[in-house]
């Protein structure tokens, strides 16, 4: 096995207010609900091993873009979501923070015996990863979080982080089961750009024994392996700055929501009468269904679908939330009654925003972007964390856990 990836994480407390944990859980279902119908359940345990992937994803779910609560809550969200369609989507999300990761392997050895699988041998792997992080690894970090995201066909994530309370960081720890994965096989829909000679492509189908040389260093220390996982570090900053944003893609997804001429062709697309609002988080949800590793170098790109619960680098627009899930909710409907127009809509419309940032060549003023969310803020419901009532916060729990 071969660690997938990591994130550094500014620890951060706090809470993940009701009307924001329900809306989470709804939109990450319905994502996983598109991939896995569109792309198959590997796909999406794929992209869950990915950090930055991962990043997006909360950060399109309305959390703060950048800090460690972003591991627990989508986590959280998913498995609320996810557990209770096992008979339709095939997959069980065991353990989680604190207390509830010592449960793990029993509820593996239990998910085991629903669907015939070796629960010992799982077990096993669920302490394997966890003993890799949280004690080969001698970094400072204990970890807090265990998550094991299963496929009844057997077929495994893991995501779990830790905590070093010296430094104030969290570090999550991304696992996946697959030993040839979407993103190393020709994952591209395209390559696009200048010819420039000869290129080096590893993803390349052709590549095979290329990649099988790369496999061969498996066989190094553990050590070595790890190290050269892909990483996401995180700044300390909370506020979101123009440096932390890709303007091009920002620039695409604003033309196509707000320029008359796109915003009519991308509601076509949808089959929807859809206010450039909405437009502009459906755009970024499709990308985060559809868009390729590379899309995800820059997380906080998809706060500007939802923002975020602390108001960085808006609030969260409440009413183009729920529009934003009834359009989803409405495509997954037909989708079942063999009407993919919907769904086909949300490829087309990702499609239309990389054409548009090839194209045009945009470039998003980031202050005046922001500074029109939060004029607009109050006529879309915008809410923030602090508009609840005052809480203690919440401190990740510290200690190493006890399952392993």
């Not at 999300?93 to 041998?121: M, N, V, W, Y």
């Not at 495994?156 to 430094?167: K, L, P, T």
Request: some cysteine; proline content about 5%; overall charge positive.
């Amino acid at each position: 096995m071969k660690r997938s990836g990591t994130a550094d994480l500014p620890l951060h407390g706090g809470r993940v207010p009701a009307w924001l944990g329900e809306r989470m859980t709804r939109l990450g279902t319905a994502i996983a609900r598109h991939i896995v119908e569109i792309y198959g359940p590997s796909a999406f345990l794929t992209r869950l091993s990915d950090p930055f992937w991962f990043q997006a994803l909360g950060c399109v779910m309305g959390m703060d873009w950048h800090s460690s609560g972003i591991t627990t809550s989508v986590m959280g969200a998913l498995k609320r979501g996810l557990n209770p369609c096992f008979s339709d989507l095939g997959f069980t999300i065991c353990g989680g923070r604190g207390r509830h990761s010592r449960r793990t392997p029993d509820e593996l050895r239990a998910f085991a015996a629903q669907t015939g699988l070796d629960g010992k041998a799982l077990a096993r792997i669920s302490r394997l990863t966890a003993r890799v992080d949280n004690n080969a690894i001698a970094d400072g970090f204990q970890l807090y979080l265990h998550a094991f995201v299963i496929h009844r066909s057997g077929e495994w994530a893991v995501v779990q982080q830790g905590m070093n309370e010296q430094n104030r960081l969290a570090r999550r720890y991304h696992w996946h089961s697959a030993a040839v994965r979407d993103f190393v096989s020709n994952p591209h829909t395209a390559i696009h750009g200048q010819p420039q000679g000869i290129i080096l492509n590893l993803v390349d189908a052709r590549a095979s024994r290329a990649q099988q040389a790369l496999l061969d260093l498996v066989r190094e220390p553990v050590e070595t392996n790890l190290q050269e996982a892909r990483k996401l570090i995180m700044p300390a900053h909370h506020d979101v700055r123009p440096a932390d944003v890709d303007l091009k893609r920002l620039g695409a997804v604003l033309a196509v929501a707000h320029e008359q001429e796109l915003r009519d062709f991308a509601s076509l697309l949808l089959l929807e009468g859809l206010g450039p609002r909405t437009l502009q988080s459906l755009a970024l949800i499709a990308e985060v269904v559809h868009g390729a590793p590379a899309r995800f170098s820059d997380p906080a790109r998809f706060s500007f679908a939802h923002g975020g619960k602390d108001g960085h680098p808006f609030p969260v627009p409440l009413k183009t939330y729920d529009d934003s899930l009834g359009v989803l909710r409405r495509s997954l409907d037909a989708a079942r009654f063999d009407h993919s127009e919907k769904m086909e809509g949300f490829r087309r419309l990702d499609r239309l925003t990389r054409a548009v940032e090839e194209d045009r060549d945009p470039l998003a003023d980031f202050a005046a972007a922001v500074a029109h969310e939060r004029r607009i803020s109050p006529s879309l419901g915008g809410q923030t964390v602090f508009d609840d009532k005052p809480t203690s916060a919440r401190k990740p729990a510290s200690g190493q856990l006890n399952l392993f």
